[in-house]
């Protein structure tokens, strides 16, 4: 069965389970009544798990970047973060900073191969591990979301800051790009930080209409035409940015899921995505590229 013949109320099933509203027995039993063929529910889900190895897009040991993990103070959180650094191996000097923050699973590979992607691009890409504290990212999907239930929210904001914080000692000017629990923290960022230089959220939940009149940093908003639960939210918050002046883009992708941008799974929409990153960079080139040493 391919990914456009499944039953619209099995993405909306998938989408509970991956943001914690149902659990694996529960998606299960819900799912079997849409599976036919000789599908089993089990099979179903298998298939919408995340295939990191295949969608793998820039190696870990490319020769044009240099890549390490690194450690950074976070005294208002949980007292240090830890993160994937990524730059250009041609560096000289500071280059502009991108904090690329990931889904409600932590620093999983994936974000890694988009950290390195946005280093190809020209910037220093951050990506800071949410789930540093508790050990980081555990090697699967499931005891990942687990896990990402147990975080302190306040002293994982704070660790946030302080990723851009440390990112932004050495580059020239920072920008905030997340995706799902990323892109509103992406967003929630840009309500924190006067000097942040551009926001870009992926199908992210949306900051308070007072929080939203805090904002300074031109945003960009991807939103999947299939995703009730963050699309519910977002007339709310494009009304408060056009009330607070704020320059943004928002756009959305016909015939997306939720998740559309991550090409490990099936919901996966290669036309948008391509269409979204393209968008992501242009901004950051535009809105961050005037810091660049000449």
């Known amino acids: 069965m391919a990914p456009d013949e499944l039953d619209p109320q099995v993405w909306k ?9 149902l659990d694996r027995r529960g998606f299960l039993e819900q799912a079997a009544r849409y599976c036919a063929g000789g599908l089993t529910a089990a099979a179903l ?9 295949r969608a793998q897009k820039v190696p870990k ?6 890549s390490k993990p690194v450690e950074y103070p976070s005294p208002s959180g949980n007292g240090k973060g830890k ?3 990524v ?10 900073g991108v904090l690329v923050i990931h889904e409600n699973r932590g ?5 890694e191969d988009v950290a390195r ?3 190809l691009e020209g910037f220093i890409a951050f990506a800071p591990d949410a789930l540093a504290p508790l050990g980081g990212y555990p090697g699967n999907e499931d005891d990942a979301r687990a896990l990402f239930g147990k975080l302190d929210a306040a002293k994982t904001r704070a660790d946030m800051v302080a990723a851009a914080a440390f990112l932004a000692t050495q580059t020239t000017k920072i920008g905030t790009v997340g995706f799902c629990w990323g892109g509103g923290m992406a967003i929630w960022l840009s309500t924190q930080i006067p000097e942040l230089g551009a926001a870009v959220g992926f199908y992210g939940s949306s900051p308070t209409a007072e929080e939203t009149a805090k904002i300074k940093a031109p945003l960009m908003l991807h939103y999947a035409e299939n995703d009730e639960r963050i699309n519910a939210g977002a007339p709310a918050f494009e009304e408060a940015l056009k009330k607070a002046g704020v320059k943004v883009q928002v756009f959305h992708y016909p015939g997306t899921q939720h998740g559309f941008n991550n090409d490990t799974t099936p919901r996966y929409n290669e036309a948008a995505a391509k269409q979204a990153w393209g968008r992501t960079v242009e901004l950051f080139k535009k809105e961050l590229a005037s810091a660049r040493p000449k």
Do not use: S
């Open 117 to 119: 992607r946005m280093a």
């Open 87 to 96: 730059e250009p191996a041609d560096r000289k000097g500071k280059l502009p």
């Open 107 to 111: 620093l999983n590979p994936h974000i």
């Open 83 to 85: 993160g994937l650094w």
């Open 61 to 66: 040991d490319d020769k044009r970047l240099v």
């Open 13 to 21: 099933l998938f989408d509970a389970y991956v943001h914690g509203a």
């Open 45 to 53: 889900l298998g298939m919408l798990q995340p295939d990191f190895a």
